[in-house]
C-alpha cells in the first residue's frame, strides 16, 4: 500500500528536473498510442495454448469467503486492522454484515468484531484507535414497507497501544452525528 503518495511525486517531479537530457531522448519513447497495454485493451483476446479444466473447491472456509462482499483495510498507524462485509439476509434491507478485524498472529487469526448490518457503508474519518463508520441502513414502516437510505454514522474505537501491541479484546461502537 502507497502510504506517501506525496512524498512519491515530490520524488519523481525532482528527479525529472534534474535530468537535462530528456529533450534528446523524446525521439526513442514510443507514442503511447502504440503500447503494448493499449493494444491489448482494445485486441480481442484469442487462446494461445491449452484449455485447463478447474474443479470447484469443496472447502468449508470458501464458502464463507465467497459471502465477503467489502474489504477495506485501515489506515490508521499501529491498526493491523481491516473492515469486511458480508452478503446476507435480504438484500434489500441491510444485507450487507460489516465486521472489524484485527491479525493476531498466524497461529490464532483474526478477531473479528460484528458492527451491524446495513444497506452500504464506508469507512471516513481515521485516527489511532478509531475511525468513523458511515452507513446507510432500511428499516421497516409503521405500514410494514420499507424505508431505505437512512444515513447513520458510528464512531468505533479500541483501546491502540501502538504497533505491537496486541488486538483488543473488545471494541466500542457510539452512535454519532
Not at 523524446?26 to 487462446?47: E, Q, Y
Not at 434489500?92 to 478485524?101: P, R, T, V
Request: glycine share 12%.
Amino acid at each position: 500500500m502507497l502510504r506517501h503518495p506525496l512524498l512519491l511525486l515530490a520524488i519523481a517531479g525532482t528527479v525529472t528536473a534534474c535530468d537535462s537530457g530528456v529533450e534528446t531522448r523524446k525521439a526513442d519513447v514510443p507514442n503511447a498510442g502504440t503500447s503494448t497495454v493499449a493494444a491489448s485493451a482494445t485486441t480481442p483476446a484469442t487462446a494461445s495454448g491449452p484449455a485447463q479444466a478447474v474443479q470447484a473447491q469443496t472447502d468449508d472456509y470458501l464458502q464463507s469467503a465467497a459471502s465477503v462482499v467489502a474489504v477495506t483495510p485501515l489506515t490508521a498507524p499501529g491498526a493491523d486492522a481491516k473492515l469486511f462485509g458480508l452478503a446476507g439476509g435480504d438484500p434489500a434491507l441491510n444485507g450487507d454484515h460489516a465486521y472489524l478485524a484485527f491479525f493476531i498472529d498466524p497461529s490464532e487469526g483474526w478477531r473479528v468484531f460484528p458492527l451491524g448490518d446495513f444497506e452500504r457503508w464506508s469507512v471516513g474519518e481515521q485516527g489511532p484507535g478509531r475511525f468513523v463508520l458511515e452507513t446507510t441502513q432500511g428499516r421497516m414502516g409503521d405500514n410494514g414497507d420499507m424505508i431505505n437510505g437512512e444515513v447513520k454514522r458510528f464512531i468505533v474505537t479500541w483501546e491502540s497501544g501502538g504497533p505491537d501491541a496486541p488486538a483488543p479484546s473488545t471494541i466500542t461502537v457510539t452512535p454519532a452525528t
